[in-house]
């Protein structure tokens, strides 16, 4: 295994790394110009084997912008991925051609499974309904921009919190700060996994937003994530139920400011567009900066690299989660971490009972 300073979980850096990160991004906005050619002579391998926006142009823009280059792919059926090239060969290969890779996965864990193999360091920019590290750097610069502190903040968060990896990300990351609260709104089907609310403290539920927005200072809405649904009936059931509209931000206070990761679907109405608590579409603005800031310190500074896999075997555990990349490369060493009778899959996080 390599020791390079991969980003696979943002809580595998610190507080004091997210917060040069995010002053790093700030900076780099005021004044774009001195960090043209920072990254000259470096290249950029983005691996998007799912769709992408705003993930895959704003770090592709974020490297052109240093003065780098950018090599990849967002469609792995014009790649050798369409014969049936593994993950671990395909990343070890586009590796050795980078100084820095950025994937995208629809499987939980695949991006810390390429990492180890990997060549150069490797951002995850979203691992199935697990994680996305790089959101959340963008949520938090708005944040810091917008309200002025990351801590004493009342965040509601509404729509898909069980498959919608950008919360998974951001809650893990703002439970680190003082004073701040969530509250989680949503159906009781697609509420926050149990390895996101286990280690919380201060958190509620709500099933409406109308009950819940009165007293936050951040309403945080997200796509219901229709490609991760076991059926079509379920996401149809699921579609449509959670809409902000200008009727409930009537009830909100003068401050409270709305974000959304974007791509946005039925729950915000375009109404809302107008409204200037509503920052999504700032926020995905930011997300550029934040990404130049995150490639030059991890390309320039002495990060310490994550240890990967800290686990053990357990006795022949097997991961149940369906959807963890334990079940699709044979070749990775299983690894779980044993806490009070309960397992957590080092790949996907998933729990359950030895
Ligand atoms: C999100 C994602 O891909 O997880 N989009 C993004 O990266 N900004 C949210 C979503 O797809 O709903």
């Known amino acids: ?26 900076k780099i906005m005021d004044n774009p110009h001195i960090y043209e050619a920072s990254c000259r002579g470096k290249i950029m391998g983005t691996l998007f084997y799912e769709p992408s926006t705003r993930t895959q142009m704003s770090f592709q823009s974020a490297m052109l912008r240093l003065g780098g280059g950018i090599i990849g792919f967002d469609n792995p059926t014009a790649s050798s991925v369409m014969k049936g090239e593994s993950l671990k060969d395909t990343t ?11 994937m995208r996965h629809p499987v939980a864990g695949s991006v810390k499974a390429a990492a180890l193999t990997a060549d150069c360091p490797i951002i995850n920019a979203g691992d199935g309904g697990h994680l996305h590290p790089t959101q959340t750097l963008t949520d938090m610069l708005t ?10 903040l009342r965040i509601g968060i509404c729509g898909d919190l069980k498959y919608g990896r950008t919360v998974h990300s951001l809650v893990k990351a703002l439970s680190c700060y003082e004073g701040n609260s969530f509250v989680f709104i949503s159906a009781d089907e697609l509420q926050m996994p149990d390895y996101i609310t286990a280690p ?11 009950e819940a927005i009165g007293g936050l200072d951040v309403l945080y809405m997200t796509r219901i994530q229709k490609e991760r649904f076991p059926s079509g009936e379920e996401y149809e059931r699921q579609a449509s139920r959670y809409i902000l509209d200008p009727g409930k931000l009537k009830k909100a206070g003068e401050d409270l ?10 729950e915000i109405d375009a109404a809302v567009d107008s409204d200037p608590r509503a920052l999504y579409f700032k926020q995905a603005h930011y997300g550029m900066y934040v990404r130049m800031a995150l490639i030059l310190i991890m390309l320039n500074y002495d ?10 075997t357990h006795g022949g555990a097997k991961c149940k ?3 963890c990349i334990l079940q699709n490369e044979p070749h990775l060493p299983q690894s779980f971490i044993k806490n009070d009778g309960v397992i957590t899959c080092e790949y996907c996080e998933s729990r359950f009972a030895l």
Do not use: A, C
């Open 1 to 26: 295994m390599k020791n390079f300073n991969h980003l696979i979980d943002l809580n595998d850096f610190g507080k004091p790394q997210w917060d040069e990160i995010i002053s790093l991004g700030e």
């Open 92 to 102: 070890k290969i586009v590796s050795s051609y980078s100084d820095i890779m950025v």
């Open 143 to 152: 944040l810091h921009k917008e309200k002025g502190r990351l801590t004493g």
């Open 200 to 210: 919380l403290e201060k958190w509620s539920k709500s099933d409406s937003i109308d």
């Open 257 to 266: 400011i709305v974000l959304h990761p974007l791509p946005r679907l039925h």
């Open 303 to 312: 990060i310490t690299p994550p240890v990967l896999l800290k686990g053990e």
């Open 321 to 323: 989660n369906d959807n």
